[in-house]
């Protein structure tokens, strides 16, 4: 099983970025596919989840509106595109794939939201 990120850099505020999670090992379609985040000091959070057939539900206030999740089911992909980023999206984003009690997680990509 595997959970790759990419995406995670730099970027100034009100800046934008495109997280990308490619998956393979274990059947995408059944899964639901979720962002986390966990910030310097912080404990890891839910930011956004996919359903198996690509319904959005978001969970955090402070990213609705700016954050839209969104899935590839031929291409085993998940997304997070980010909007009007601000310092306090600075993280580490990891992808999340859930089916019953089969969790995988990602190794992580960084973001860092700063002038």
């Known amino acids: 099983v595997q959970l790759v990120e990419s995406g995670g850099g730099l970027v100034q505020p009100g800046g934008s970025l495109r997280l990308s999670c490619a998956a393979a090992g274990f059947n995408f379609r059944s899964y639901f596919m979720s962002w986390y985040r966990q910030a310097p000091g912080k404990g890891r959070e839910l930011v956004a989840r996919t359903t198996p057939v690509g319904d959005a539900i978001d969970y955090l206030d402070s990213i609705k509106g700016r954050f839209t999740i969104s899935r590839d089911n031929v291409r085993n992909t998940v997304y997070l595109q980010m909007n009007s980023l601000q310092p306090e999206d600075t993280a580490v984003y990891y992808c999340?794939?859930?089916?019953?009690?089969?969790?995988?997680w990602g190794q992580g990509t960084r973001v860092t939201v700063s002038s």
């Open positions: 999340n794939a859930r089916f019953l009690t089969n969790v995988y």
